[in-house]
């Protein structure tokens, strides 16, 4: 079942964020940034796949992409579906769900990173869609 994202799924995004994206990000943490995240419907957007059995086995989070040279988006934080769900369709309906509300939202598009080494990914983005539009290297610096 999709669904929106509630706080007291915390702990099965950090789980998915750990096993399945090599992010183990502290518990406390990402319930703290849970909070901030769905209190903020303006900017973000997070739909969860709950397995009737299992829980929360995938979810996608997207953000507001605002900027001067291109069009008003959302831009993908996260889409993650556990390994042992894969190839069960939970990807593109998470995507579908996200892009069905961009549009409610008046968003002109979504745009998604993809690590380089993630080629099956690559391959799924494409299949649904999606096309590549340039190849980058990400930078970053902590404060």
Do not use: C, W
């Not at 419907?41 to 009737?52: A, E, G, N, R, W």
């Not at 390994?83 to 892009?99: N, V």
């Not at 080494?117 to 391959?123: E, K, P």
């Amino acid at each position: 079942m999709l669904r929106k994202m509630i706080l007291s799924d915390a702990a099965a995004i950090q789980r998915l964020n750990a096993n399945d994206l090599g992010y183990d990000y502290p518990l406390a943490a990402v319930e703290e940034k849970a909070a901030s995240i769905l209190s903020d419907t303006k900017h973000h957007l997070v739909f969860v796949y709950q397995d009737p059995t299992a829980g929360v086995v995938g979810y996608v989070h997207g953000e507001r992409y605002e900027t001067f040279y291109a069009p008003t988006m959302i831009n993908v934080l996260a889409l993650v579906v556990s390994k042992e769900y894969e190839k069960r369709g939970i990807g593109r309906k998470l995507l579908t769900k996200l892009e069905s509300e961009a549009v409610k939202q008046g968003y002109q598009g979504i745009r998604l990173n993809s690590g380089a080494n993630r080629t099956a990914a690559h391959q799924f983005y494409q299949h649904i869609g999606y096309q590549m539009d340039k190849e980058q290297k990400r930078f970053i610096k902590y404060l």
